[in-house]
């Protein structure tokens, strides 16, 4: 079972250059999130979706997009990379509200130079 | 809006012995869910522990247990017969059962270091 998937592992993008980092999950979870970690910052949220089609924003969405075509995956775009967008970004899922806890991927490491 | 704080940003531990995390939450909510994550250098976030606030028992999972306030907003790790694998870093979540039930809350993490 691979769980919450993410790719790629690292990367190094120029000021300015797009990107889209890839998560895919197969546990058939609705709920799934984008959380970026800055060191001594913890997780912050910034972007999450309910469902297929459905999207919103956590607390720190400028400079990303998202899309949930499916259940499966919920690319993250980062259109005209800026160096404030370094940092380590995990993609996880949940089954639900409630206790359910979140399974996430081994996150993507984004230098912006 | 909702946040927890984690004011321990380094601990350290020997092995075999017993350490505690601290973390405390800001909620007007009566009821919602804490979580413990261990992160390990490996990146992955895996989960520790989980206490529901409607119950008073405290959470246990083997070596792991939590401390549960719900009058003080506290809800501390307790890491018993401290192992090697345990250094990593902790943190601590919340999510409300009402407005913004879908999110977790993030702590900005306890580095745990086990010295052998």
């Known amino acids: 079972n691979a769980g919450v998937t993410q790719t790629p592992k690292f990367r190094i993008l120029k000021i300015g250059q797009s990107m889209t980092l890839q998560c895919t999950q197969d546990?058939?979870?609705?709920?799934m999130y984008w959380y970026r970690q800055d060191p001594g910052m913890g997780l912050k949220l910034i972007y999450y979706?309910?469902?297929?089609?459905?999207?919103d924003k956590g607390e720190v969405p400028n400079g990303y997009n998202v899309s949930r075509s499916t259940t499966e995956d919920f690319p993250l775009r980062l259109e005209l990379a800026a160096p404030s967008q370094t940092s380590v970004y995990f993609c996880?899922?949940?089954?639900?509200?409630?206790?359910?806890?979140?399974?996430f991927g081994n996150g993507t490491r984004l230098t912006v130079t | 809006a909702q946040t927890v704080t984690q004011s321990q940003p380094e601990m350290s531990v020997q092995e075999a012995e017993t350490v505690t995390l601290s973390c405390t939450y800001d909620t007007s909510e009566s009821d919602y869910y804490l979580f413990w994550y261990k992160q390990p250098p490996s990146r992955q976030m895996i989960l520790v522990i989980r206490?529901?606030?409607?119950?008073?028992q405290n959470a246990t999972e083997n070596r792991f247990s939590v401390n549960f306030q719900k009058a003080a907003k506290s809800f501390s790790l307790k890491i018993s017969d401290s192992q090697l694998g345990d250094a990593a870093m902790y943190f601590c979540?919340?999510?409300?059962?009402?407005?913004?039930?879908?999110?977790?809350?993030f702590g900005k993490g306890t580095k745990l270091t086990v010295n052998p």
């Open positions: 546990m058939n979870h609705n709920y």
């Open positions: 979540a919340y999510r409300p059962t009402q407005g913004g039930s879908e999110k977790l809350v």
């Open positions: 979706s309910v469902g297929a089609g459905i999207t």
């Open positions: 996880a899922s949940s089954p639900g509200r409630g206790n359910s806890p979140l399974h």
């Open positions: 206490q529901e606030a409607y119950k008073q």
